[in-house]
């Protein structure tokens, strides 16, 4: 993968929410890095004090289950890995440009971390997004109220003429 690829690649697409962190596997990280998968963990492995549990931490049996059937991750039964994958938050991917050491790493950390704050930007704009709806539906509330308490004033049953009998007699039903 080039430098010039690096920068088309949509990497909001490789980004995940596990444990309610946004993260990125090991795999993929690897193949940006260029470099296989078992030297990237290798790497962290020998640093594992840089990598405390809120930087790296590894999926879970369950947690893989989920994410092969979202995403098709290998099944170890079919030749694939043989232990679940390191999953990476904002800051373990930082720090894996301190343990790698490529020009390559640093230039691709740059390009996540911008994709991790423009996720962020998106995030925070949809939650802006919510709240000025809801301020809406409530003056939207506010505003109807009188129309709203009119129709259910007019469904109630007390509100209701009252019929009159079919038949001789007139008088009415009660």
């Not at 979202?70 to 694939?80: A, D, E, F, L, M």
Request: hydrophobic letters at 40%; glycine letters at 6%.
């Amino acid at each position: 993968m080039t430098d010039n690829s690096l920068l088309r690649l949509d990497l909001g697409n490789l980004i995940y929410l596990i444990r309610g962190h946004k993260v990125m596997l090991d795999e993929d990280l690897a193949r940006l890095y260029d470099v296989e998968t078992r030297l990237l963990t290798r790497a962290v492995r020998r640093n594992h004090d840089r990598f405390p549990s809120d930087f790296m931490f590894q999926l879970s049996d369950q947690e893989l289950a989920n994410l092969r059937s979202q995403i098709g991750i290998s099944n170890s039964s079919h030749g694939g890995r043989r232990y679940n994958p390191l999953v990476f938050t904002e800051q373990g991917i930082a720090m894996l440009s301190t343990v790698l050491r490529s020009e390559r790493a640093v230039k691709v950390n740059i390009e996540i971390i911008r994709a991790f704050v423009q996720l962020r930007g998106l995030i925070s704009s949809n939650q802006t997004l919510a709240r000025k709806l809801a301020e809406l539906e409530q003056r939207y509330d506010q505003q109807f109220k009188v129309v709203f308490d009119a129709i259910r004033e007019l469904m109630s049953p007390s509100s209701l003429p009252k019929k009159r009998r079919i038949g001789f007699g007139g008088e009415t039903d009660t």
